[in-house]
């Protein structure tokens, strides 16, 4: 009942052949994006994004812990991703499934690969407490590309989240308590853009219909036109025409959806 | 009662912090709700009525009303770990509870009806704004029902009595410590929810429900006012 029918996704794949979109897009355009940073303030940093319908609002949270045998000076930085039962009727509750874990990893990558945060910063006594950045996503209404909205809410709520305050002789946090200064994050704005493949067709920001019948997306983190991290999934190949093609589009759309998340975040 | 008494909001004893109530937050679902006391954010969405699975869990005589009732993580100063705890498992309960009343759950047999709730951002009486914003999806969702019910926590601060407590009253401590009473009433005064953590006297603890009638009367306009904007969802 809320799978999208064959007979939709032939419609679909029709008008994309004429370069059109049931919602009157061209293919390498996205819908509306809002971003609203600070909406809940009980986090470090808090981000509401919409993609047209597509809701994900994220929240970012500071601890303290100890670092990795292998990166004893560097602090830590782990994205978990829920998918609401709330924002769509597929989701159930219960433990996550593969795509809620996929889109927590996509992100991690992405943010961890562009070195958007600066680690380094995080070190508060080298080899016994550094800083964990927990940055949690939750889908609030599901209509495709959950994907670059969580990215999108993830460097938003890191740009504008504030460090607590830190209570060195107690060494605890005192949660609650902010100081001016904020998370290390590097000027450049690292973003994810999913780019999929619907018959013949390369399409960004798909809804969710279309995000049923793409055959498949590759998941594209960049920054400043250098690549950091990617994922391919799906079942269906790609031609290295292809390929190409799909790095010219995220290359096309990426300025402009960077500038889009700068305008926004103040 | 201490002439000196101050509420650290400055708020009276019987005022509610400013509420806020809109309907329609959630595309998606059926019916959806947003409600907030203060700095306490919550909303809801509501699935159904819907086949119910796994099957051994339908009811014939009449259906399911499933609600979970969850807060973000980042919903409070200290994380919480994602996921279900034994706390936010009896606030499930307790908010089927306090809605079952009302909601005429029995022209659905064998199907359920699911409500999510979360906290987007907490300052305390989390579970009052989560029943609140519930009933609102549920009108929203067109499911029918005898009256709402509205929700609010009445606190005993030493040994004064005040409507809608926030975290830094919820932590009370001079003299008699801080009681807590989140209660749930229908519109015709009816108590479907009243949960007590403290010590009160009997005397008091009328008062305190009496308390609760008042407030749940002006948050009652509020819902009814949000519904109203919107009507039910085509």
Redesign the interface.
Known sequence: MIETSNLTGERIRQYLSDGKRFDGRKLDEFRDISIETGVSKNAEGSAKVKIGKTEVIVGVKMGVGEPYPDSPDKGNMMVTAELLPLSSPRFENGPPKFPAIELGRVIDRGIRESKFIDLDKLCIKKGEKVWTVFIDIYSLNDDGNLLDAAGIGAIAALKTAKMPKYDEKGEKVLYGEWTERKIPVSKETPVAVSIHKIGNNLIVDPTREEEDVSETRVTIGSSEGVISSMQKSGLKELSIEEFKNILDLVEKVERDLIKKIEHQIK | MTKTFKRPDGRKPDELRPISAKVGV????DGSAMFSFG?T?A???V?GP?EHHPRNQRNSAKGTLRC?Y?M????????IR?G?SRRSTEISKITEWALEPVVMIDNYPNRVI?V?I?I????ASTRCAGINAAIMALAHAGIPMKDLVSSVSIGKLDKQLVTDLTKKEEDWEEGEGATDIPITMTHEGKITHIQLDGKIGTKQLNEAVELAGKATKKIYEVQKKALKEVGGKE
């Open positions: 959630i595309p998606n679902a700095n954010v909303i809801a969405a699935y819907k979970n969850n973000l993580s980042f919903s409070v100063t200290d994380r994602p279900p699911d999510h979360h987007l951002q907490a300052d």
